[in-house]
């Protein structure tokens, strides 16, 4: 089975952090998708290694 390749969460840059002051919610909503779909990659790899290895 091929991983899934999901489309990345453009992140503003730290100078545009820096711009805009404080990091508000949408930054931090923002932030938190990513992770989210960062744990699905991960587990995504993980879990085909570990089929690869019991094969």
């Known amino acids: 089975m091929t991983p ?4 990345a ?4 840059t730290p100078s545009q952090r820096a711009a805009s002051g404080n990091i508000g919610v949408k930054e931090i909503e923002r932030l938190i ?3 989210e779909i960062d744990k699905e990659i991960l587990a995504d790899q993980e879990g085909h290694e570990n ?5």
């Not at 969460?9 to 503003?12: A, D, G, H, L, Y």
């Open 4 to 7: 899934v390749r999901r489309a």
């Open 9 to 12: 969460v453009r992140m503003p």
């Open 33 to 35: 998708q990513k992770l």
């Open 51 to 55: 089929e690869e290895a019991a094969n």
